[in-house]
Every structure is written in structure tokens, then in C-alpha cells.
């Protein structure tokens, strides 16, 4: 079997076809389920106004070669899908086709892992060339020190094209993914969506643990990490700004206008080099005992709406309960998890209507994954999901 590294070009060009993802034709993992809404807007007049398509993207699967892998991941992605979509698809290939080893994996999977991340932003590189060529020649056209408001005024058409090519090249996603081969899990982030893992202690009490880290400018390690760099942060600000570029992520996937062109931020500028990093953070593997109920992967959206809409200081253990809820009294993982995001998105739009401060609201793109390992779902509708109590260890 070919791996990335053997296929060469065609093979990539086979694999990243956004018509449709290779991941396509790889077995769904039937214990898992995945519930989502788009982005949504109040208009002036409070109404709401839904966008077709999100920005998150989900990939729940399995690939047999030498043990059955279960890949889970959750990208969300930021001016656009497209990376999101890329990054799922080349994050796949790189692990599923890279054979992970039946025995003594815990250190050869950190390395895939962490080569599967480099590998996006390696070949996402490789694929804004052209767009970054095009940038430079119209930046060569404008004069030396030119302001931008008298550029847009006596470069109308050149500023317009960078724009549109700017907006292309600020297309970013961040990532969260779970890996499962033989009750050993692996889990890895950059941004700030979460995976989730909820497990019983010995007195039946269930417990949520959170191996992903956010990466933001609540995250001290991140804050440390960029005032290592030259840049001032203070009170959750960056240089007196509260996003950083086009996001609020302190690490994600692709994005080349806060990577390479970072210095054209002024929040960024001052940094003596990159600022926003892929590298992700790593853990596992986790062995995976009859004690752990279930795992949830949480997209940014998703944990912001809880948060806003109950006040909570405890957003992962008010998920946990309500996934917990719906467990009890949905028949499928997936209607468990839309039942989740429909009430959260529910309980958003009630409080901002309570409030009367609806109108210019956003939403944002909300997404969840379930995958159940060891919690019993007495409505469950087939005779696997019935089995699930006693089969933590099964896909």
C-alpha cells in the first residue's frame, strides 16, 4: 500500500479532490455522532438569517491495516472551509496510511501525529504559490510608502484584487483530533476546540477530562511563548487587541496572512519571528478502561454559545451533563448530539431575545462529536448500541 511520502504528486492530486474527500469511502464509526449548525445573524430588524454552508468539518472513520484505527477529528475553520476540508483530508492521509505500529506505539504515534500537522502546512505552502506571486506583483505596482487610503484612492482596482487575494490567503482552520488503536488513545490540538473525555471514578461519580489545550491569551504558556517573541499582552490583549489577525487563536493550520505576512498586523508586527505556530499539542496515549463513559470533541463555537448563553464557568461539565441527558432518552449518537446543539442554540437565542439586544448578534458555526464508549443508551435502536455497556473496546 502506497504511502504519502510513495504516492508522489497524482496521488495527491487523487486524495485532495475537494469534489469529493477520499475520506468518503472509509467505514463510519457507528458508535459516534455528529450534530452541527451554521452560523447565524440577526438582522435590523432582529430576525435571524442562517448562512448554508459551515465552516466546521467532521471526520469520524476507520482504516485496517495491521489493527483497526479510529480517527475522530473536528476542524473549524475560519474565512471559509476550504482548509478545514484540506486539513481533514491530509491529516488522514498521513496517519491512516502511515501504518501506525501494533506494539510500543505511544512514541511512533506522537511522531505521526506530529508529522501529519507539519505536513499540512507544508503542502498548504505549496499550494498558495501562485495566489502568493500574484500578491507581490500587485504590491510591486503600488508606490513605496504609500498610504492605504490614497492607494485606494489612486489604486482602486489593484487594492480591490489584494483584498480578494488576501481574504483567500487568511483562510485558516484550527484542529482537534482522537486517535483509538487497541484501547490506546491519542489526542492532539492547535486552536481551541476541545476533545473531551468523561469517565466514572470509584465512586460512580462521572468526571470530565480535558486533554486538549486552548491556545489563546488565556493559555500562560502561549502568553509566555509570545512575550518571548517581543509582543506586549495585558489583560487578555494583544498590543491593545483582543483578536490576533483575523482570529483569536494563538496557533492554528494554514492562515498565511498572521504566518508569513504577519508583519502587515500591527498587533503581530513587533514579533522578532512567527507568532502564530502549527505545532500541536500532543498526548496519549491514554489507556482506555471500562471506566470511560464517552468522548466529546467541541468546536470553539459551540463551547463560546454555552458559555454566553448560561454564564457558566464550568462550560466542559455543563457539555458533559448535557450530553449525559440526551444519552438517556435519544435513540442514535447522532440525534444525541443535534438534540445538544439544538438546545444550546435554543437557549442562545432565547437569552439574547430576553435581553432585547438581538439585532447585529452572530451565532457562531457550532459543532459536536460523540463517541461513545461505555455509557448505556436504553433507547438505543440496534442491537450494537444496546452492547455498548459491556464493548468499550469495540468501534
Partial sequence: MPTILEGGPEYNKLIFNYDRSWTDDLPVCKVSGVGYLTRQRYDELGQRR?????????????????????????????????????????????????????????QAAKEIIQQSFLSVEGTYLETIDNKLLQRASLL???????????????????????????????CGTGASIAILKNN?????????????????????????????????????????RLTNLGLKIADGKINGNRTIGNQSATRCLCNYMIKGAYKDYEELSAASSEPIIAEPHIVG???????????????????????????????????????????????TLTGVAQAVVDHIARIYHDTYEAQDNAIGATRPNIMLM???????MPNAITEQQHSWNGSYDQG
Avoid at 81 to 99: N, V, Y
Wanted: proline share 3%; net charge negative.
Fill in 50 to 106: 442562517d448562512e448554508l454552508e459551515s465552516e466546521d468539518i467532521s471526520l469520524r472513520c476507520c482504516y485496517d491495516d495491521a489493527g483497526v484505527v479510529w480517527l475522530y477529528g473536528l476542524f473549524n475553520g475560519h474565512n471559509g472551509g476550504e482548509t478545514a476540508r484540506f486539513a481533514r483530508d491530509r491529516i488522514a492521509a498521513e496517519i491512516l496510511l502511515g501504518q501506525l505500529p501494533t506494539t510500543e506505539m505511544d
Fill in 184 to 224: 490506546r488513545l491519542y489526542v492532539a490540538n492547535v486552536g481551541e476546540s476541545r476533545v473531551l473525555l468523561c469517565k466514572t471514578d470509584k465512586d460512580e461519580v462521572l468526571r470530565v477530562i480535558q486533554p486538549t489545550v486552548d491556545h489563546n491569551l488565556k493559555n500562560l504558556d502561549e502568553v509566555m
Fill in 285 to 331: 496515549g491514554i489507556s482506555i478502561d471500562s471506566s470511560y463513559r464517552f468522548m466529546m470533541i467541541a468546536s470553539p463555537g459551540l463551547l463560546k454559545t454555552l458559555e454566553e448563553a448560561t454564564g457558566t464557568n464550568q462550560v466542559n461539565k455543563e457539555l458533559a451533563l448535557l450530553v449525559v441527558e440526551q444519552l438517556r432518552v435519544q435513540s
Fill in 370 to 376: 460523540i463517541r461513545n464508549f461505555n455509557f448505556a
Fill in 140 to 170: 510591486l505596482q503600488l508606490p513605496e510608502g504609500i498610504s492605504h487610503y490614497d492607494a485606494y484612492q489612486q489604486y482602486p482596482q489593484i487594492i480591490e484584487k489584494l483584498k480578494e487575494l488576501e481574504e483567500e490567503l487568511s
